[in-house]
């Protein structure tokens, strides 16, 4: 079953001066396309308001039933937009001074959308896929733990490198409590090109962080395991990063991550992606007693 389980990436920060106007350009890199347009659609419909309020304050629009806030507020989208006067134009000077302040407004906004959007679509996306488990188990006669990576593009990343660093609560001392990071040795960290999948081994002998570690010290010390790749984008040749945080209770002891390549009869080979989260147990040794 797929691990329920918290986001580590979400922290409740309090006491921090909350500025979200300052830094519109971030917030709309990291929104969903559907908030964007929503957004978008929002302030237009809100500028176009506002001006209709203002012509019908002002007056002298020809063709504009007097009083009617959707003639004019008609009036203000074909002004905006540029489209063109049909049955109604200004006539006043006082209109003519808001369709000029609107058209300076509404070229801004075509501006600044048009630049936002364009920044957000070019900006590379690593579609980049994690297992669900990362894994401990004997590998040649030494507890491994094991993670799966893949890549859900047809193009392939080109001079990959992953990085793997264990987080977890230390105490000093003096009792005070804090977060230490160690990196991980991995059996391998680069890799010319990632075409679909890649399983990543750390070996826990005497020389890693992880020597001596069970179950329980996972859980009592909250480790989490960051694992962050980083390549190139064969198709657009743009750099491009992931990254994906296991928590404690998202290792499993004593298993393995399943094949995921067969021979078929004529002797080609077959990648069986639905095999990619799948873990399988492993057999219990005098050293390494897991799963329990």
């Given amino acids: ?34 908030l964007d347009l929503l957004a978008l659609s929002g302030l237009f419909l809100l500028l176009n308001l506002v001006f209709a309020f203002a012509y019908l304050a002002v007056g002298g629009v020809e063709g504009a039933r007097p ?33 000029t302040a609107e058209v300076v407004v509404g070229v801004s906004l075509v501006a600044l959308a048009s630049g936002m959007l364009f920044a957000k679509f070019s900006v590379p996306r690593a579609r980049m896929q994690f297992a669900e488990w990362a894994t401990i188990s004997p590998f040649d006669g030494v507890p491994t733990l094991m993670f799966r990576l893949g890549n859900e593009r047809a193009s392939q990343i080109i001079e990959a ?27 391998r960290d680069h890799s010319p090109a990632i075409s ?29 395991l960051m694992v962050t790749v980083v390549g190139i984008d064969e198709t657009s040749a743009q750099s491009l990063h992931a990254r994906h945080t296991y928590l404690d209770e998202q290792v499993r002891w004593g298993a393995r991550h399943a094949d995921m390549v067969s021979e078929l009869p004529d002797g080609s080979l077959q990648l069986d992606m639905r095999e990619f989260h799948r873990v399988l147990p492993t057999a219990p040794t005098s050293t390494f007693p897991y799963p329990r």
């Fill in 196 to 224: 679909r999948s890649w399983n990543l081994l750390h070996r826990i002998d005497d020389s890693s962080p992880l020597h001596g570690a069970t179950p329980e010290t996972f859980a009592r010390d909250q480790v989490e």
């Fill in 1 to 34: 079953m797929p691990a329920q389980q918290r986001d580590p990436n979400q922290i409740l920060v309090v006491g921090a001066r909350q500025t979200p106007f300052s830094d519109v350009y971030h917030h709309v890199l990291r929104a969903p396309w559907w």
């Fill in 67 to 99: 009083g009617s806030l959707a003639d004019h507020f008609f009036f203000s989208v074909q002004t905006m937009g540029t489209i063109g006067y049909g049955v109604m134009h200004p006539l006043s000077l006082g209109a003519e001074a808001l369709v």
């Fill in 161 to 187: 490198t992953v990085r793997v660093v264990m987080v977890r609560t230390e105490r000093t001392a003096e009792g005070v409590t804090y977060y230490r990071l160690r990196d991980l040795k991995l059996e």
